[in-house]
């Protein structure tokens, strides 16, 4: 089970590409860090917002996890140094992700804060300097920030630091349905280059992350998801007022019903209620095709003899020079590539 904690909706930025800045929730109506107690056993938590550094007790509310969940990655603009370095020094197994935009220019412009980059990268650098490993940077890509990317990759790869992308989506929880990719063999002429190099990498890793950068050109394309989505099943989203929902990015209609609060019940009767249950019928038909790493990465795993098989094919293709263009590979029950993975 893996789960994103959404602990604020409050946000200092003023991203173009989510309003949820417009949209805060009042601080007497968020969760209580004890609440999470109610949790069940987790393999992986993503503590976000909003921006959860704005939370005062952001230090609860990891101590709690830590006894919930294997590993724990914050999500934060970076902004706030000096706190996320206290709370970061107490509990050095978590991981950090810090969303950058772009470059100086782009990334201020973009994230609507003045010197957000320099907050964020200098928040890194401290975190590097006093010795954690789980860092890195988090980058939104639309036609505004695409070849920013390239070089935000290359940063992180000469700091040695984690890279992780999204593209942009519309939904109810961004409060944005405007987003769009215009330029989309732009864009996806820098994911292909991305997607080049990870292949090149001998970390296991990056090659999984190759394959989740090709399922973001699949979606820039229009495509049908790479891996069936099973938000609600495999993963589930924790919103600020102690609702359980299956994500962050479905239809408006389906965004409003909450499978059940945990202020009011346990996550056992949530999970397994009525409610649920039809909520999980309703994901089988989303037509949104989305992918982000909080719904892919759980399906990439359970699913895994598909990414697995794509990379063997596509590694060895860039491997020979050939990694032009990235396809699909369907699976048969006595593929040979199945026989190669067991």
Same mark, same amino acid.
């Given at each position: 089970?893996?789960?994103?904690?959404?602990?604020?909706?409050?946000?200092?930025?003023?991203?173009?590409?989510?309003?949820?800045?417009?949209?805060?929730?009042?601080?007497?109506e968020e969760f209580? +860090?004890?609440? %999470?107690?109610? =949790? +069940?056993? %987790?393999?992986?938590?993503?503590?976000?917002?909003?921006?959860? &550094? =704005?939370?005062?007790?952001?230090?609860?509310?990891?101590?709690v996890l830590r006894k919930k969940a294997? *590993?724990?990655?914050?999500?934060?603009?970076?902004?706030?140094t000096q706190k996320i370095l206290a709370i970061a020094q107490k509990n050095k197994n978590i991981?950090?992700?810090?969303?950058?935009?772009? =470059?100086?220019?782009a990334n201020d412009e973009l994230r609507g804060v003045k010197d957000g980059f320099d907050h964020g990268l200098r928040t890194l650098l401290e975190l590097q300097r006093l010795g954690?490993?789980?860092i890195g940077f988090g980058i939104t890509v639309s036609d505004r920030n695409a070849k920013d990317m390239i070089e935000l990759y290359q940063l992180a790869k000469t700091m040695n630091v984690e890279f992780a992308t999204a593209a942009v989506h519309n939904s109810y929880y961004f409060h944005k349905y405007d987003n769009e990719i215009q330029k989309k063999e732009e864009v996806i002429t820098c994911f292909e280059e991305i997607v080049r190099d990870l292949l090149k990498s001998k970390k296991i890793k990056n090659l999984y992350r190759a394959y989740f950068n090709y399922g973001l050109i699949n979606? @820039? *394309?229009?495509?049908?998801? =790479?891996?069936?989505?099973?938000?609600?099943?495999?993963? &589930?989203? %924790?919103?600020?007022?102690?609702?359980? *929902?299956?994500?962050?990015?479905?239809?408006?209609? @389906?965004?409003?019903?909450s499978m059940g609060n945990l202020k009011e019940k346990s996550f056992e009767e949530i999970w397994r209620g009525e409610k649920a249950k039809q909520i999980r019928e309703k994901v089988k038909t989303c037509p949104k095709n989305c992918w982000m790493i909080g719904t892919a990465a759980p399906v990439m795993k359970k699913y895994f003899i598909k990414p697995t098989a794509w990379i063997i094919k596509n590694k060895?293709?860039?491997?020979r020079g050939k990694g032009r263009g990235f396809g699909s590979l369907a699976l048969g029950k006595n593929n040979k590539v199945q026989s190669c993975i067991n």
């Amino acid at each position: 089970m893996e789960a994103a904690i959404i602990t604020t909706y409050r946000c200092p930025n003023k991203c173009y590409m989510c309003n949820v800045w417009k949209h805060p929730t009042k601080r007497e109506e968020e969760f209580k +860090p004890s609440l %999470l107690e109610k =949790l +069940p056993s %987790l393999e992986f938590a993503n503590v976000t917002g909003g921006e959860p &550094f =704005l939370r005062d007790d952001i230090e609860e509310i990891i101590s709690v996890l830590r006894k919930k969940a294997k *590993r724990i990655v914050m999500s934060t603009n970076g902004y706030f140094t000096q706190k996320i370095l206290a709370i970061a020094q107490k509990n050095k197994n978590i991981g950090i992700r810090i969303s950058i935009e772009g =470059l100086p220019a782009a990334n201020d412009e973009l994230r609507g804060v003045k010197d957000g980059f320099d907050h964020g990268l200098r928040t890194l650098l401290e975190l590097q300097r006093l010795g954690f490993k789980d860092i890195g940077f988090g980058i939104t890509v639309s036609d505004r920030n695409a070849k920013d990317m390239i070089e935000l990759y290359q940063l992180a790869k000469t700091m040695n630091v984690e890279f992780a992308t999204a593209a942009v989506h519309n939904s109810y929880y961004f409060h944005k349905y405007d987003n769009e990719i215009q330029k989309k063999e732009e864009v996806i002429t820098c994911f292909e280059e991305i997607v080049r190099d990870l292949l090149k990498s001998k970390k296991i890793k990056n090659l999984y992350r190759a394959y989740f950068n090709y399922g973001l050109i699949n979606y @820039i *394309r229009g495509n049908k998801r =790479l891996l069936p989505c099973e938000a609600g099943t495999e993963n &589930f989203f %924790l919103d600020p007022w102690g609702d359980i *929902r299956p994500c962050n990015g479905m239809e408006e209609n @389906i965004w409003f019903e909450s499978m059940g609060n945990l202020k009011e019940k346990s996550f056992e009767e949530i999970w397994r209620g009525e409610k649920a249950k039809q909520i999980r019928e309703k994901v089988k038909t989303c037509p949104k095709n989305c992918w982000m790493i909080g719904t892919a990465a759980p399906v990439m795993k359970k699913y895994f003899i598909k990414p697995t098989a794509w990379i063997i094919k596509n590694k060895m293709k860039t491997d020979r020079g050939k990694g032009r263009g990235f396809g699909s590979l369907a699976l048969g029950k006595n593929n040979k590539v199945q026989s190669c993975i067991n």
